[in-house]
């Protein structure tokens, strides 16, 4: 059933109540994740959280969701908005073959706006993506604005992947499909039929795609162990993305294909962005797809190679528009 927005008749709550509500709840999905904190460790309800790290090489990142940039709530239930907010940016550690481990939720958003249904959202994503909720932020504002930080490790030796680490030669691969995400926004927008409370599914539902991004968590750490060399998520559109990665590595692309989304176009799979896929850089392309077979993943899609011509990037000998997402201000 859809939920009203901020116009209803909702009872206000302090931010109190609240945060210790979603303490509670938090402490449980961090049960359900199996990574519950130490005895020594301090989560929410402090001034800050304390925590022990083992030692393991740490990666932070951040992220934004802001109504009416990233989500369209016509089209996404508060849960939605919550997952999609942590996926996304665990997806950043993903892209660097990293686990994530703990996060920082805080939530700016007006009067009346579902926050526990929200953050069922964040847990949930939470669950899947094996970390724990340890603090965060509320705060009024006439825009709902979730922010999440996420801390993670990277597990055993090698070395991150990098924006920068293509070279020459390397096989380039993505994840998966790409378009999916545009797609989703395109039927929803067009009065497409589809439930607002779109759940955990298998993503066959291109809704869903838009709705609840899955980030590529156990991609990025499998490609790292199996030799990968550079890698990025796509967030900004795939043809955006793999300019950031050709740049900062010096090196141009020769792109044969791309592997486009069911009832998605080229254009969109190119450009759409929002599709969390991991682009991967390998010399050693054959390494990687055995590996994710052998770990029953599904198996990465070659889509063309890196050049010696900087900044060069071609599909099929041309060159497309696909200018992918960019903020102004």
């Known amino acids: 059933m859809a939920q009203p927005n901020s116009d209803d008749n909702t009872v206000p709550e302090d931010e109190f109540t609240i945060i210790g509500r979603l303490a509670s709840r938090f402490t449980t999905a961090a049960h359900d994740a199996g990574c519950e904190l130490a005895a020594t460790e301090t989560g929410i309800g402090d001034d800050a959280a304390l925590l022990e790290p083992t030692g393991d090489r740490q990666l932070w990142a951040t992220d934004l969701v802001v109504d009416g940039v990233h989500v369209d709530r016509r089209f996404c239930s508060w849960g939605d908005i919550g997952y999609k907010a942590v996926m996304v940016t665990v997806s950043d550690l993903g892209a660097m ?76 691969l993505v994840t998966g499909p790409l378009g999916g995400s545009a797609v989703g926004l395109r039927k929803l927008r067009g009065g497409a039929p589809g439930n607002r409370e779109s759940g955990r599914t298998s993503g066959v539902r291109p809704e869903t795609a ?107 000998g041309g060159e497309p528009e696909a200018p992918g997402w960019r903020h102004n201000f």
């Open 97 to 172: 073959g990293g686990r994530p481990t703990h996060l920082l939720v805080s939530v700016a958003a007006p009067a009346g706006s579902h926050l526990d249904d929200l953050m069922e959202g964040v847990a949930e994503a939470a669950t899947e993506s094996h970390c724990a909720v340890v603090g965060g932020d509320l705060s009024g504002s006439g825009t709902l604005v979730v922010s999440v930080a996420a801390c993670g490790v990277l597990d055993g030796p090698g070395p991150a992947l990098l924006r920068s680490g293509a070279r020459p030669g390397d096989t380039l």
């Open 210 to 316: 838009y709705r609840r991004p899955v980030a590529r968590i156990a991609e990025g750490i499998l490609a790292r162990q199996a030799g990968a060399r550079a890698a990025i998520d796509v967030s900004d559109g795939f043809w955006a993305d793999l300019g950031h990665l050709a740049r900062a590595s010096g090196v141009g692309a020769e792109i044969d294909d791309v592997p486009v989304a069911p009832g998605a176009s080229e254009e969109e799979a190119l450009s759409g962005g929002e599709d969390y896929e991991l682009i991967l850089s390998t010399p050693d392309p054959q390494r990687l797809i055995a590996a994710f077979a052998e770990a029953g993943l599904r198996p990465p899609v070659v889509v063309g190679r890196c050049t010696d011509h900087a900044g060069t990037l071609r599909l099929r």
